[in-house]
């Protein structure tokens, strides 16, 4: 038991809170409880759907074919497919980062994952839309673009820095997930 709570401090803690406030103000504690309620169906609705794909992208995507997409001689070609995932990519930032395991997995050069894990947090389509009708296109654009060449650098820079070592230990972690 103690072992459990330690494993699990910050849900032991949210829970003791919950309890407290409850004695503090009850409605209060009620609607913290619907939230938690009602984030915990969202999450159950984006989660399911993309771990599902995760799963089709790591038995149907032979590692050969992701080599050479997106491989140490991709390129150029490797960057612009790890953007158009990123940027046609639907759900969570947080979704992102199983696909990003299984393309180290599958031989995808360092940079390009950062790349894409970059693009999907900032540049999807639809947060793009969005800027573009409450800001401007003008503005969309400068902002977007300037976003796309410092992903882009520093996706570049982030492989460089990292030394060869530190690159095969990510990816002996990514295979051990």
Request: glycine letters at 6%.
């Amino acid at each position: 038991m103690k072992k459990w709570i330690l494993k699990n401090k910050f849900l032991v803690i949210s829970l003791l809170m919950l309890i407290i406030m409850t004695f503090v103000d009850y409605h209060l504690s009620i609607e913290a409880l619907r939230n938690s309620g009602s984030q915990l169906l969202t999450m159950l609705m984006v989660v399911p759907p993309i771990f599902i794909l995760i799963g089709l992208f790591d038995v149907y995507i032979p590692r050969e074919t992701m080599i050479k997409l997106m491989g140490e001689k991709s390129g150029l070609k490797g960057m612009s497919l790890a953007f158009l995932l990123g940027a046609f990519s639907a759900g969570p930032t947080i979704a992102a980062f199983p696909i990003a395991v299984v393309m180290i997995k599958k031989g995808a050069k360092y940079s390009n994952v950062l790349f894409f894990l970059m693009v999907w947090s900032s540049l999807k389509i639809p947060i793009v839309f969005f800027q573009i009708t409450t800001i401007g296109l003008k503005f969309s654009l400068i902002i977007n673009i300037t976003m796309l060449v410092v992903f882009a650098i520093g996706a570049i820079i982030s492989e460089k820095v990292f030394t060869k070592e530190e690159i095969k230990l990510i990816e002996e972690k990514a295979n051990n997930y």
